[in-house]
């Protein structure tokens, strides 16, 4: 993806002030790796003109630290400890947590059995290209619902490069589980959100419409049935011509104190 690779938004006022508040953890600071990459890429754009090193560099050494900071982006998050039972499946009106996270702020995971059994993903505050998607991976569109809430919870990411996050969004079928998981410690809330595929589209840039609180219906307000989760990416891969869009309802959630849900340690077939 490039860096209009996302779908365009407005930003409202909250997102302008996003960045003077205060961060919750994980912050992500720039490692000692990260200083590295960024010197090889120096070096290997003066190198590789005309070699085709930096390309190389971009689409495999990026993936292979991309992967590894996104790792630790996850296994940082202070999550309660989850029992190992399938706990209760609630359909109610789902916890929602209350602030929205500050820009580039880590406040949950996504997990996606198509994409295989450790596939576990961090997902960022926002759609920022060097802030979000090219470090922490997954980004929530700002202007979208948070998870559980009626409306969109809509989120980007790669499909080559950096971590390619949703490398195989394209093999998501209907059905399929996307397991979104919110943590905020010092407030106590840690909820599964088990959302269920119900179709994809290939659109141009311009089809914000795809991101709207009730998918393709602009202008139209969400009822409390309408719970989506809608994941964008660049399509076809290596160009930003058109977005790979697919649409997710929310089947049901789960406090992560209560258990594990059973999608997590199905098979996909």
């Known amino acids: 993806m490039t860096a209009n690779d996302t779908l365009p938004t407005r930003r409202s006022a909250r997102d302008d002030a996003a960045g003077s508040?205060?961060?919750?953890?994980?912050?992500?600071?720039?490692t000692v790796g990260g200083a590295i990459v960024s010197l090889i890429a120096e070096l290997l754009i003066i190198a590789g003109a005309g070699t085709g090193l930096y390309v190389v560099w971009t689409a495999w050494w990026t993936d292979v630290?991309?992967?590894?900071?996104?790792?630790?982006?996850?296994?940082?998050?202070d999550q309660v400890k989850t029992p190992k039972v399938e706990g209760t499946e609630h359909r109610g009106t789902a916890p929602v947590l209350a602030e929205p996270p500050a820009?580039?702020?880590?406040?949950?995971?996504?997990?996606?059995?198509?994409?295989?059994?450790?596939?576990?993903?961090?997902?960022g505050e926002g759609t920022d290209?060097?802030?979000v998607l090219n470090t922490i991976g997954l980004g929530h569109y700002q202007d979208t619902a948070m998870p559980g809430a009626p409306g969109n919870f809509a989120v980007a990411g790669h499909r080559v490069t950096y971590g390619k996050p949703l490398n195989q969004i394209a093999e998501l079928k209907k059905g399929d589980s996307v397991v979104v998981r919110v943590t905020d410690a010092k407030k106590k809330f840690d909820v599964w959100y088990v959302y269920k595929v119900t179709d994809?589209?290939?659109?141009?840039?311009?089809?914000?419409?795809?991101?709207a609180p009730v998918p393709n219906k602009p202008g139209v307000e969400p009822t409390a049935q309408d719970r989506w989760l809608t994941l964008t990416?660049?399509?076809?891969?290596?160009?930003?011509?058109?977005?790979?869009?697919?649409?997710?309802k929310l089947d049901y959630w789960m406090p992560a104190s209560e258990g594990t849900p059973k999608e997590l340690s199905e098979t996909v077939k």
């Open 233 to 248: 990416a660049c399509h076809p891969m290596w160009s930003a011509a058109e977005r790979f869009v697919t649409h997710a």
């Open 103 to 123: 820009l580039s702020d880590v406040f949950g995971t996504m997990q996606i059995p198509r994409f295989g059994k450790d596939y576990n993903r961090p997902i």
């Open 65 to 77: 630290v991309a992967v590894n900071e996104q790792t630790k982006l996850v296994q940082g998050l």
């Open 200 to 211: 994809s589209q290939i659109v141009t840039p311009d089809k914000i419409e795809t991101i």
């Open 21 to 30: 508040r205060s961060r919750r953890s994980p912050r992500r600071r720039q």
């Open 129 to 131: 290209r060097e802030k």
